[in-house]
């Protein structure tokens, strides 16, 4: 496509639930980063993709957060037992390579209550 | 450690010039980044610098000390829809080539 794209755009649930964050990415970006935003806060770097494996995910805050990219396009980032401290921008970016310039998608806003 | 400083705010009036400054502290350095983001939006690319100097490109400007660590924007002529969040982000030593980011400087642009 033209740009990164993630659905949903917004997503409220409940405290205790299963979630999944989708990110399309640009076409040929074989990068691919996940990063977490709070109110007033710079983006945090949560996983890296390089191709279909998890290149570094040692930003991802515990064990109920999972990503995959089984092709090498597509990545799903789940979460799981959500908590209320979950609620955040999640962005998705791509890049040709790691080294190169990458571009965000519009986030998807999620909401734990 | 991992440590990156900017401004929360900033306020300007609309065609004159501002500078955001951006200090670093972190364990490798592979090149930074500045980023705006409007309410609501993506981050979007402005500039990279890896090596010092400064980097112009149109109305904005970015410019790097290594040694000082040590990064500013400069925004020109302004307009009213620049009033944005800049983002400073240093790349780090690891081949990720993931970024790290400062908590943003909020840029009023005023009539």
């Known amino acids: 496509g033209a740009g990164v794209s993630q659905t949903p755009s917004n997503k409220v649930t409940e405290k205790g639930k299963y979630v999944e964050l989708r990110c399309d990415p640009i076409?040929?970006?074989?990068?691919l980063y996940w990063y977490r935003q709070s109110l007033g806060q710079g983006p945090e770097f949560l996983i890296y993709f390089q191709g279909t494996g998890a290149a570094d995910d040692s930003g991802l805050p515990n064990d109920r957060f999972f990503a995959v990219r089984p092709e090498g396009s597509v990545s799903t980032l789940k979460i799981q037992r959500t908590e209320r401290g979950d609620s955040a921008v999640y962005l998705c970016?791509?890049?040709?390579?790691?080294?190169?310039?990458?571009?965000f998608g519009q986030g998807t806003r999620l909401t734990v209550v | 450690g991992q440590n990156i400083d900017q401004p929360t705010e900033m306020t300007a009036t609309e065609g004159a010039i501002v500078q955001i400054n951006c200090t670093y502290q972190t364990s490798g350095f592979n090149g930074l980044f500045w980023y705006q983001q409007h309410a609501g939006e993506a981050p979007t690319f402005l500039s990279y610098n890896v090596l010092d100097g400064l980097e112009e490109k149109g109305r904005f400007s970015s410019f790097l000390s290594r040694s000082k660590g040590y990064s500013y924007l400069l925004l020109k002529e302004l307009q009213m829809k620049d009033s944005a969040s800049y983002l400073c982000a240093v790349r780090d030593l690891t081949n990720t080539g993931k970024l790290i980011f400062g908590q943003g400087t909020t840029l009023q642009v005023k009539p």
């Open positions: 970016a791509s890049s040709k390579q790691g080294w190169s310039e990458a571009f």
């Open positions: 076409s040929g970006h074989t990068a």
